[in-house]
């Protein structure tokens, strides 16, 4: 979609249904179970991971002139083993492979590269693409055989030649053994050669060259740990102040710190804090309060954050309160109780923003995700299902009865499915096309184009 | 909000939780963990906000078909439950029934308001003590205080009256006022897993003069938790004081780690500068007197408890380093290599806090951020649902387990 249009709100435009990715059957293997989904840069490029510790990367098509009335399809572009189960033999713990983030590298040459990372272990990959291969060796036979020397008469020159595109991911850095507790975020600052890593507890600096040193900048572990009253959950780097970061806690705070004020960023340079309903306590107030997200609008000026009932956007001028505050999925509040039994309470939701800050979309369950269009203040709900199947299919936008009477194309709350929720969700730098994760597939969809 | 169970049903529930996440893959996680002990702290402070109204009631009854005027004002416990009118209730454990009459005729709930009044006691004496408050900012044994700086309505009840201690703040040599000892729920823990939480070891920490064998194994009974920091885990504490083998690297604001399998060495540089150390009056190796009180708040000194610079550890030339931290860096991992036993740090964490609800439960939860609970030990330990199933089959059994929160 090209600049003119501008990345619409969520009513405004029509989304249709794309593409979808992943197993047919109802049967979710473990190991498929995305967590994590990510455009690169350009938008060309769509990452995976999953609980298996693979990632799969998805590229578009390039836009058929001819046929504009759809983009480029996106299509498997590469696939590669990242982690590995391991086991640490000193604590007795098995660390799972399961991929937590996946961050891409702006592109520098003709390669690609992003981090992935696991609960300990982070990763640089090189993704590159050959299509040519050497031939002619004279002392090489072609399928990789030796030749004996001596039966060389004549010698030539080895040429390239083209042979079928061949994607090749390849480790390039492994940042290993700085986190105790399990990394939760990794943020690539816009110096474009360190980044951070976000534990339950700690924050380290990363130089992307150097992978034996890090930095530790933000210790919250208690000296006693009876005290530990509340954990880091995510982190982020400012996206254009490549000094400033924030981080968020299970407690519903946002600490935004400068790392020029000293070496150690446990004072922060600012506190974002809502106070807390007093009406609204329940046994459950500490858990829906505790962030599971924080991200930083393209344009630097704000920062959104989810909690598991809401979506705050928060300008960074202001500490006391957020700017915006759009429920997700109000009507749980009554049922949190058996959100609890049944662990759903525990849900980490992400969200993220479109192109041009306007919109911000996170998940919710039935595979549900939501919408919320800040300057028109209206929301949409929408359903990543295998029913509405064939491309450009407009999705139908659905409604949750909250109480009382239901009504026609209403579903109730009690009949929600909160075995089918939405936890990964990413929106394109530059045009309307999300990609939404449900449990084990991926759906693409764009806006309507005329 | 109305939540379809019942304090005890949530409680249960949460131990359940916080049972099974010892065996999940990926080692325990930390976050999930502590919310899940916010949700047991609210429930039991509903819990035993029932409780005290049940038991004042009772009180109020005895009292009044007595007819005799409370004999003993000594402590003044004002306490309210939602719900309850405002005024404060008193009682203490020498006003209950003041006659024979009325001790023959509820034994079983004097006894147990009993317990929870010491329980009481203890828990504001020492938050008194060490916070110099002269209100508690939670009512009761009830997580006496929400966590630093995250008070919600459930703990700040209308009517939480000043307590007066009776005998003035005790001090924290105090030995522990061990609760009256019955049948034991649960299994005594492990030594090894456990040492952290081991009663002897806690009792022999903070109170030299209390009888080894005086507090009954199983932590839930004998380690009110109003003795949080001492009782609960020397080996939390083996970051607090650094032994003298730990002057020479505490300064050192790196932190390596030898990954045994690929032979990669990491380094991690904390974030403060020697100079901020030492010049913090907690910092023992530039002589500077012993480590105070507060240690919490030295943030520079905080550093000097990364992993690895504390333990002058088994021969491994990784230095433990952050193995040395309890399995999965949970705060309820009692720490195997628990190794500062002769020292009883002076910082107290609050009443409510989260770990000490895990550590009283004590040998029901042995090893329950232990991976693997040593098969060595004595009976295996039970597992979450059966301890709160026992706490809960019988009213005694389910005050004690509570009480001893």
């Given amino acids: 979609m090209k600049e003119g249009k501008g990345a619409g709100g969520g009513n405004d435009i029509q989304w249709c249904f794309s593409q979808v990715k992943g197993a047919v059957d109802d049967d979710v293997a473990e190991a498929d179970i995305i967590s994590t989904v990510e455009f690169n840069h350009s938008g060309e490029l769509l990452a995976t991971g999953d609980k298996g510790g693979r990632v799969v990367i998805f590229q578009q098509e390039q836009e058929n002139k001819i046929q504009s009335h759809s983009r480029g399809e996106y299509n498997v572009y590469s696939t590669f083993q990242s982690h590995e189960p391991e086991f640490d033999y000193l604590k007795s713990l098995e660390i799972e492979e399961k991929i937590n983030k996946i961050r891409w590298l702006p592109q520098k040459n003709a390669a690609q590269f992003l981090l992935s990372t696991n609960d300990k272990t982070i990763k640089l990959w090189k993704i590159s693409e050959r299509d040519k291969r050497p031939e002619g060796y004279n002392l090489k036979e072609e399928d990789g055989r030796y030749r004996d020397p001596t039966t060389v008469t004549t010698l030539r020159v080895p040429v390239f030649r083209p042979m079928d595109l061949m994607v090749e991911a390849s480790p390039r850095r492994i940042f290993a053994n700085a986190h105790t507790y399990h990394i939760n975020s990794i943020s690539i600052n816009s110096d474009y050669e360190t980044y951070l890593s976000a534990d339950d507890l700690r924050i380290n600096l990363w130089h992307l060259e150097i992978t034996d040193r890090s930095f530790n900048i933000v210790d919250i572990k208690p000296a006693n740990m009876e005290e530990l009253t509340e954990v880091i959950t995510a982190a982020e780097f400012h996206p254009n102040s490549c000094n400033t970061f924030v981080y968020s806690s299970s407690k519903g705070t946002i600490r935004l710190c400068d790392m020029r004020a000293s070496a150690l960023c446990d004072r922060h340079s600012k506190l974002f804090e809502e106070p807390e309903d007093p009406s609204n306590r329940s046994f459950f107030s500490e858990i829906i309060s505790s962030i599971s997200d924080v991200k930083f609008s393209h344009s630097g000026r704000y920062m959104m954050t989810r909690d598991y009932l809401s979506v705050k956007i928060w300008d960074l001028n202001m500490e006391n309160r957020p700017v915006e505050t759009y429920q997700v999925h109000e009507y749980l509040r009554s049922k949190l109780c058996s959100l609890y039994e049944n662990d759903c309470i525990f849900d980490k939701f992400e969200c993220c923003w479109n192109g041009s800050d306007s919109v911000v979309m996170t998940g919710s369950y039935n595979n549900f995700f939501r919408m919320f269009d800040r300057n028109t203040k209206r929301d949409i709900t929408l359903e990543a299902s295998r029913e509405n199947n064939k491309p450009r299919t407009v999705l139908k936008p659905r409604k949750v009865c909250a109480s009382g009477k239901r009504k026609k194309d209403e579903i109730s709350v009690d009949s929600l499915d909160f075995n089918k929720k939405i936890l990964h969700t990413a929106w394109h730098p530059k045009e309307n096309i999300i990609a939404v994760a449900t449990t084990n597939n991926l759906y693409i969809f764009q806006d309507k184009v005329n | ?405």
């Fill in chain 2, 1 to 405: 909000m109305e939540c379809a169970l019942d304090a005890q049903s949530l409680i249960s529930i949460s131990l359940r939780k916080i049972h099974s996440s010892r065996t999940q893959r990926g080692g325990i996680k930390l976050h999930k963990n502590l919310l899940v002990s916010y949700v047991l702290r609210n429930a039991r402070q509903l819990y035993l906000s029932e409780r005290y109204a049940e038991l004042y009631r009772r009180q109020q009854q005895q009292q009044q078909q007595q007819q005799q005027p409370p004999h003993h004002q000594h402590q003044h416990l004002a306490y309210a439950a939602p719900g309850m009118p405002a005024s404060a209730a008193d009682f203490g454990p020498l006003q209950l029934g003041g006659g024979g009459d009325a001790e023959a005729r509820e034994p079983a709930a004097r006894h147990q308001l009993h317990q929870l009044h010491q329980l009481h006691q203890l828990h504001l004496q020492q938050q008194l003590h060490q916070h110099q408050h002269p209100a508690p900012r939670g009512c009761a044994a009830a997580a006496a205080g929400a966590p630093a700086g995250g008070a919600g309505a459930l703990s700040e009840l209308p009517g939480c009256a000043a307590l007066q201690p009776p005998h003035g703040a005790p001090h924290r040599g105090q030995p522990l006022e061990p609760l009256q000892p019955g049948p034991v729920p649960l299994p005594p823990p492990a030594p090894s897993a456990l040492c952290p939480r081991d009663p002897r070891a806690s009792a022999a920490c903070s109170a030299p003069s209390a009888p080894p064998g005086a507090a009954p194994q199983a932590a839930a009974a004998a380690s009110p938790p109003a003795s949080p920091a001492p009782a609960s885990s020397p080996g939390f504490y083996r970051g607090a004081y650094p032994t003298p083998s730990d002057f020479g690297v505490h300064c050192s604001s790196q932190t390596t780690v030898l990954d045994l399998d690929t032979h990669v060495v990491t380094t991690v540089e904390n974030g403060y500068l020697h100079q901020d150390c030492c010049a913090s009056a907690h910092c023992p190796c530039c002589g500077q007197g012993a480590p105070g009180p507060g240690l919490a708040s030295a943030a520079g000194c905080k550093r000097k408890y990364y992993p690895g610079q504390e333990e002058d550890d088994d021969d491994d030339e990784d230095a433990g380093d952050l193995g040395a931290e309890p399995p999965g860096g949970a705060p309820f991992a009692p720490c195997k290599r628990a190794r500062f036993e002769d020292f009883c740090p002076d910082s107290s964490p609050d009443a409510s806090n989260i770990s000490n609800l895990i550590s009283i439960f004590g040998s029901g939860f042995s090893g329950l951020v232990s991976r693997q609970p040593d098969s060595s030990e004595q009976p295996p330990p039970l597992n979450g649902q059966l301890c709160a199933k026992q706490a809960l089959a019988s009213l005694g059994a389910w005050t004690r387990a509570i009480v001893a929160f």
